[in-house]
């Protein structure tokens, strides 16, 4: 019997609420939202009223269920959301300032299919800006996560607010506050209600506080009912409220004929203004402070400072990731010496840089080694009043990069060519292959010399010529043929090839030599007699080809089988550019014809087939073979294997000194 009355309830109440929309039954009341700080209205919270004809006011409660279960909500949620837009876009054109209306939503409006198109729409034809309306939806409606984040996702994009209603309450969950765009926590009531009197409230409410806080979310406490709630809530930092104690919900007049009295309120009752100006200063310069050093400490690097105190240096600051990959923490450091945390030894070559920085040098660099870490520093000193009175510092890792240049370093040490990197034409390094080609009995003879001192004097100017012209890291120089005077008097002809570089901060030029006076030798030969010629290229690895007026092989030495693998008699007869790489048949074809044409040597680099599969990097220098007559009678060509040499100078472009 009572559950056909309940029915009979049900249904008579659905009847009414389907008539209440369409009679305009229903109102909406508005609770204000203050800044606690400031004690402005900064935004209100829509509430639904249904004033009955003949009951008078129904309370929610007894209605919204009802509304729920019958699918009234829909229409009826609608309606809120429209009448609050256009109700904030009224007070705006009455001159108000723009405050942000809040309208609650339930869990069956949420997940309607069209939420997002149906607030769209609203927005468009009130044409209220997106960012004063905010959507309350409560914890209980976020437990289905994957159904949840995407329907927020789509109202945040079109810039509508979120806010998590009676946090706390439901099934509380810090995953929401990770995951959720949310934008703003509200505190429900039960906690405020009795923050001053129970203990177990008030951790409970400044603990939610300080997680908005550090989460950069706004908070606002619901149920404010006292002067001593706000008090509360000031001093702990909370950022707004909403309660009795400013306003129950008013009708839009009301509410408008109780503005400047109730944005009274905060400033008569609460903390005074400037001690809560200055507390809330306090809490942003702590907050600044406390994200300056979790900056500092998520950076790759590290940062420290230290000060001179009598007669040491005491580091106050170190933190950073690189901090931790030595081994180390910050209180290991902080407040401690050099000579407390890295080993003696290593302690009198750092301590120069300091003491330099300190006496006002700036940007004192060094790097240095510690526990398997190479690190690069730079210290830079903070002066007041003219003095330095600390010292700023950073250290970054260069592990990596030092991994290279030994890699590098190693290479060009044992490098058969020899290299020579010199800035201002004066060298500054060379490595050991340099002594066998300039004769030189050690390094030290080179290291500080000019390079002119050992160029043919006919070509000083070219050179001093060519290294004001090469002023940007990266520029190369192709290979040029030049005389070098040796130690000894005597002059060989080289091969020089280069590009500048970084070397120890600055601009440096790195230069390969590759002795060719065998093959000069070998080119004069052979313009004497072809005989010797044959003599000659029987003896030595670079490889030597003679070639007729149609580009077919006619010789080919005995090197090409020990270089390239195949057999001299496969060439013979052949096309010179047969077996040679596709990619580079169309330019040594261009220099064969330029040879035909200009009578002259011509220089070219491309790749052979090697009987492995693989290629092989030949520099070849055709030159003509010319009768009484002045006509070609053949070609020339010495090649050479420069493979080895083409890998250094990649290594050189991809890892600069």
């Known amino acids: 019997m009572l559950e056909e009355h309940n029915s009979y309830k049900i249904k008579q109440m659905e009847h009414e609420l389907s008539h209440a929309l369409e009679n305009k039954e229903f109102r909406l009341y508005y609770q204000p939202k203050l800044d606690l700080n400031s004690g402005t209205i900064t935004g209100v919270e829509a509430l639904i009223r249904w004033e009955h004809p003949e009951k008078g006011i129904v309370p929610p409660l007894e209605f919204i269920p009802v509304a729920e279960e019958t699918g009234l909500i829909l229409p009826i949620g609608e309606w809120v959301i429209r009448t609050a837009c256009e109700q904030n876009m009224a007070w705006k054109e009455m001159g108000l300032p723009p405050v942000v209306m809040s309208v609650n939503l339930s869990a069956r409006q949420f997940f309607q299919p069209n939420l997002v198109e149906t607030v769209q729409l609203i927005l468009k034809e009130t044409k209220l800006s997106p960012e004063y309306l905010e959507i309350e939806i409560t914890e209980s409606m976020m437990m289905d996560v994957d159904s949840v984040l995407p329907i927020l996702r789509d109202l945040k994009r ?17 995953y929401y506050l990770k995951e959720f765009p949310i934008d703003t ?91 809560s100006k200055q507390n809330w200063l306090e809490k942003e310069l702590e907050n600044t402070r406390q994200e300056f050093r979790d900056t500092v400490r998520q950076q790759q690097g590290m940062i420290l400072k230290f000060i001179k105190k009598k007669g040491k240096y005491i580091h106050t600051l170190c933190d950073g990731e690189l901090v931790y990959r030595m081994g180390f923490t910050p209180e290991q450091i902080i407040g401690r010496e050099l000579q407390d945390f890295i080993p003696y030894h290593d302690v009198g070559s750092k301590l120069p840089y300091y003491s330099r920085v300190w006496e006002g040098e ?43 240049e030994e890699q590098y370093r190693r290479l060009v040490e044992f490098s058969p060519e020899p290299i020579i990197v010199y800035h201002r034409g004066f060298i500054q390094y060379a490595n050991p292959a340099c002594i066998e080609i300039l004769g030189a009995s050690s390094l030290e003879d080179l290291i500080g010399k000019s390079i002119m001192n050992y160029f043919d004097p006919k070509s000083v100017r070219i050179i001093e010529k060519r290294i004001k012209e090469l002023n940007q890291i990266g520029m190369s120089v192709p290979p040029t043929e030049k005389q070098i005077l040796r130690f000894d008097g005597t002059l060989i002809d080289v091969e020089v090839t280069g590009i500048t570089i970084d070397h120890d901060d600055k601009p440096s030029f790195l230069m390969m030599y590759h002795d060719i006076t065998k093959r000069k030798q070998t080119e004069e030969a052979l313009r004497k007699s072809e005989s010797e010629y044959r003599l000659i290229a029987e003896n030595m690895q670079d490889l030597i080809r003679v070639i007729d007026t149609n580009g ?34 169309s330019k040594t074809q261009e220099q064969f014809s330029q040879v035909i044409s200009t009578k002259t040597p011509r220089q070219v680099e491309y790749r052979y087939k090697h009987s492995n599969g693989g290629w092989v990097y030949v520099e070849s220098c055709g030159t003509p073979v010319l009768n009484e007559q002045e006509e070609i009678t053949s070609i020339v060509i010495v090649g050479r294997d420069i493979s080895e040499r083409k890998k250094a100078e990649d290594y050189q472009k991809n890892y600069p000194l």
């Open 158 to 174: 079109i810039g509508i607010k979120i806010s998590l209603d009676d946090f706390g309450t439901g099934y509380s969950s810090l």
């Open 185 to 275: 926590i509200k505190i429900d009531q039960c906690f405020v209600r009795d923050c001053t009197l129970d203990s177990k409230d008030a951790t409970i409410a400044k603990a939610i506080i300080a997680i908005s806080n550090e989460l950069k979310l706004e908070v606002v406490a619901e149920g404010v009912e006292t002067r001593d709630h706000l008090i509360f809530l000031q001093q702990n930092f909370c950022n707004k409220g909403q309660g009795y104690f400013f306003s129950r919900p008013l009708p839009p007049d009301e509410f408008v004929h109780n503005y400047d009295k109730i944005e009274q309120i905060i400033q008569r009752e609460g903390i005074p203004q400037e001690v």
């Open 362 to 404: 700036e940007h004192v660099t060094y790097e240095g080694h510690l526990n398997g870490i190479w690190y690069f520093a730079s210290l830079r000193p903070i002066r007041r009043g003219g003095e330095v009175v600390e010292v700023i510092g950073s250290c970054v890792d260069i592990t990596e990069r030092k991994k290279i």
């Open 552 to 585: 077919v092989i006619q010789y080919a030495s005995p090197s090409h089988e020990s270089v390239l693998g195949f057999s001299p008699s496969i060439y013979k007869g052949s096309l010179f550019y047969e077996l040679m790489h596709p990619d580079d048949i």
